[in-house]
């Protein structure tokens, strides 16, 4: 089963880069519990908290296709690492005058968050250049997947443990320096100096002139949906079995489910237009979410959040191969970044709709949520076949030097290939 992986991991500057980028996300993956522990340990309120958390993830939602935008226009260097230090910058200043100008602290945190480099984006444009065989790459997509699930994972645990050695405020600081390191080992390295994006057609729309994008986004709003209401919902479950810990431990259950699947699914190599596929991962998404309005015990309660998970970090994967198919000529970094953004902004909705579900009708009907939302992902899927898997015009780009190794551009795969 690691074959795959350790394949690409051997590849040349694919291990370099896949850390750098979880490295330089760190800060971006904890940001809303570390501001969190931070303005608790000032003595602010939950509200206050709760409120910066919201414009961090505002921006950063509005950030990310602009800064990738820029990106496919001016190269990475350029971009990334500039906006890794203003991100850093803004952190620093909010970390160092607390809430005493609440008008400032708010201003900093929505600049950190805006800043926020696109480096989720930047590494799935960077996968063709590096890897070159078509299959891998995908196994690749797979691989981002997994590791986007550990370090959701790893991540709060390295902001708890920081902040309870020395304080919520080197939390702060030690993880944007973390990510500003991470930023610069990925835009120094060969392939991010010596990538280019296609050649691109001016378009104001950008990467949302294609009409497949457009349906995927829609799609994936609703996952997100599906994946914000959940948090909720889980605490509204943990409140009676248990507390804090229950709730660890179903957020702990969700993400191993997801880690494992997408394990699984990068592991072997899959037949047949992804679009076909995608609709059947979102099917089975939808359904495994059903199971969890049963509200049974804890332990089987963390066994059905396992489950819930298992095709999440696949049905992502998949998008990612679907983005690259779709993303019209020269806006590779820009449509991953939507991607991006699109599932921020639907988990966001999903954590604001499921709160007034569980008040009216407790964990039972916040559990129905991810299920509805999921089963509005398919028939987005469904409704939009025809147009999911048309050939995006333009997206097809041969790459006229992949046999130069000094410079690496942005070589896609045909829209007939087999994914």
């Avoid at 990538?195 to 497949?212: D, I, K, Q, T, V």
């Avoid at 259950?253 to 880690?259: I, K, M, P, Q, V």
């Avoid at 299920?371 to 076949?385: E, F, P, R, W």
Wanted: overall charge positive; some cysteine.
């Amino acid at each position: 089963m690691a074959t795959g992986y350790l394949e690409i991991l051997r590849a040349r500057h694919a291990a370099r880069l896949l850390a750098g980028t979880l490295v330089g996300r760190l800060p971006n993956a904890t940001a809303a519990i570390a501001i969190v522990l931070f303005i608790r340990a000032e003595g602010g309120s939950y509200s206050l908290a709760g409120g910066l958390a919201a414009v961090y993830g505002v921006a950063n939602a509005v950030g990310q296709p602009l800064l990738g935008r820029l990106v496919d226009l001016r190269g990475q260097p350029r971009v990334q690492l500039p906006a890794a230090l203003l991100s850093a910058a803004a952190m620093a200043f909010f970390a160092f005058t607390g809430t005493g100008l609440l008008g400032l602290s708010y201003a900093a945190v929505a600049a950190a968050g805006l800043f926020t480099p696109p480096l989720e984006g930047g590494l799935r444009a960077l996968w063709p250049s590096v890897l070159r065989k078509e299959d891998q790459v995908h196994t690749a997509y797979a691989m981002d997947a997994v590791a986007q699930e550990v370090m959701f994972t790893v991540g709060p645990l390295l902001v708890t443990l920081c902040a309870s050695l020395w304080s919520a405020q080197v939390a702060l600081l030690v993880l944007n320096v973390l990510g500003v390191l991470g930023a610069l080992s990925v835009v120094v390295s060969p392939p991010s100096r010596a990538w280019r994006s296609a050649p691109r057609e001016a378009h104001w729309l950008g990467a949302l002139r294609s009409r497949g994008l457009l349906v995927l986004l829609g799609a994936f709003l609703f996952v997100g949906v599906a994946l914000g209401s959940i948090t909720v919902a889980a605490v509204s479950y943990a409140d009676d079995h248990g507390g804090d810990v229950v709730y660890g431990w179903l957020m702990a259950g969700l993400g191993l489910g997801a880690l494992l699947g997408g394990v699984v699914y990068g592991a072997r190599r899959w037949a047949g237009a992804p679009e076909r596929r995608l609709r059947v991962l979102v099917a089975l998404l939808a359904v495994c979410y059903v199971p969890l309005m049963l509200l049974p015990g804890p332990v089987a309660m963390t066994a059905l959040s396992a489950l819930a998970g298992v095709f999440l970090a696949p049905a992502i994967a998949c998008a990612f191969v679907i983005v690259d198919r779709h993303a019209p000529r020269g806006t590779v970094t820009e449509a991953f970044s939507w991607l991006v953004t699109t599932f921020t902004v639907g988990a966001s909705v999903g954590t604001g709709l499921a709160g007034p579900v569980v008040e009216w009708g407790g964990a039972l009907w916040g559990f129905a949520v991810p299920g509805v939302a999921g089963a509005v992902s398919l028939l987005v899927l469904v409704a939009a076949g025809r147009v999911l898997a048309a050939p995006a015009v333009g997206a097809v780009v041969a790459s006229s030097s992949e046999n130069d190794p000094n410079r690496a551009v942005e070589p896609r795969f045909s829209s007939g290939d087999r994914a």
